[in-house]
């Protein structure tokens, strides 16, 4: 049996690669999205299934408006339609549904969407999902920043009084699990203005399989992984040892 106590709280996706699955198998992009949709219902269903807190997956970054017009458009509608088709069983999972990132910007159809589906799952008790829509750390960062600001001039808050804490209160993820591991596929090695605050001690973990390609054995040993490492939070070796026994 899995050991709860090596288990990840907290796991983010930067699920990459769909487009260049796509490309080996000669078809258009589109496709490689498409199946990445059923890997994400996959990846959701299993996480929940075995006790993961929070997962936060990266959909579309503040970055991805520089890719060509019509193939950010088919991007929110496969959101939108993931959205009406999963719905159902999100709920049915007790899945809490967030969705993180700018969403000013998005098209009213979607945001309507994202509205009425995190209303619905907002007193679910178990996995928190955070889809990652319009998201950039900085963006996030900034916004707190502004809203910490905002509530000085408001006079409801001294500026002395401001530090890490209070800044991370205004994060989109606040209340939730320390994010503990941030997993990549595809094959680059970076974190591409995702959760870069929250990664601060977040084992990373990098594979070369294409997101559409990922599965629930690829999860286990991304997990395996983590459980092997030794997580020290800035202190040494026999102070852990000392603490967990
Ligand atoms: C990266 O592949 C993937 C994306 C930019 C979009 C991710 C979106 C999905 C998997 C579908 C919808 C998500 C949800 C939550 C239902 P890429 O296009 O950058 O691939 P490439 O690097 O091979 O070109």
């Known amino acids: 049996m899995r050991d709860k106590l090596q288990l990840p709280r907290h796991v983010a996706i930067i699920m990459d690669g769909n487009g260049r699955w796509a490309k080996a198998r000669k078809k258009p992009r589109f496709f490689g999205h498409k199946q990445g949709v059923k890997t994400v219902r996959r990846t959701v269903e299993y996480a929940a299934k075995i006790g993961i807190d929070s997962l936060t997956l990266y959909a579309f970054s503040s970055e991805n408006w520089r890719r060509p017009e019509a193939e950010v458009k088919l991007l929110f509608e496969l959101l939108s339609l993931s959205i009406s088709e999963q719905l159902a069983d999100l709920h049915k999972n007790n899945i809490k549904l967030n969705v993180i990132g700018d969403q000013a910007a998005l098209p009213v159809r979607l945001t309507k969407k994202i509205t009425r589906a995190t209303e619905l799952t907002q007193n679910n008790t178990g996995m928190q999902l955070n889809i990652a829509l319009n998201y950039g750390a900085h963006w996030e960062i900034a ?83 983590f459980a092997t490492r030794k997580r020290r939070f800035g202190k040494i070796d026999e102070q852990i040892t000392a603490r967990t026994g």
């Open 143 to 225: 916004n707190a920043a502004k809203e910490l600001a905002l509530a000085c001039v408001n006079g409801e808050m001294d500026a002395n009084t401001i530090d890490e804490n209070t800044l991370e209160a205004h994060l989109s993820t606040t209340g939730q699990a320390e994010l503990d591991l941030m997993i990549r596929t595809g094959g680059e090695h970076r974190l591409s203005n995702f959760l870069l605050w929250q990664a601060a001690y977040a084992e990373l973990y990098f594979t070369d399989t294409y997101w559409p390609d990922f599965n629930e054995a690829q999860l286990d040993d991304a997990l395996a992984w």
